[in-house]
Nanobody
């Protein structure tokens, strides 16, 4: 099994910054994709930023220019640097990892989520 654990959420004022971290662990052979998603109250979960093992990235339009996703392949870790935060960024942020396990089966693992609240 592959476990994913997020950290770094919290309360921040508008215009502030936060850095989220996510570590994948367990019976991992390779991770093809890691990403951050978020879900605000009453809304569906949405993709925020994705990064692939070859370095390509994808961002939601709402966070382009403000958020940066990066990855440390050796540590199976992904980061999300969030700058110029807005109240509408308030949500539970989830980390996702997809790849192949040691038993050759694919995995698609989610973390428990970390709360990000942007408020004066």
């Amino acid at each position: 099994q592959v476990q994913v654990v997020e950290s770094g959420g919290g309360l921040v004022q508008p215009g502030g910054s936060l850095r989220l971290s996510c570590v994948a662990s367990g019976s991992i052979f390779s991770i093809n994709e890691m990403g951050w998603y978020r879900q605000a109250p009453g809304s569906q979960r949405e993709s925020v930023a994705l990064i692939w093992n070859y370095g390509s990235t994808n961002y939601a339009d709402s966070v382009k220019g403000r958020f940066t996703i990066s990855r440390d392949n050796a540590k199976n870790t992904v980061y999300l640097q969030m700058n110029s935060l807005k109240p509408e960024d308030t949500a539970v942020y989830y980390c996702n990892a997809r790849g192949a396990a040691m038993n050759s089966r694919s995995f698609d693992s989610w973390g428990q989520g970390t709360q990000v609240t942007v408020s004066p």
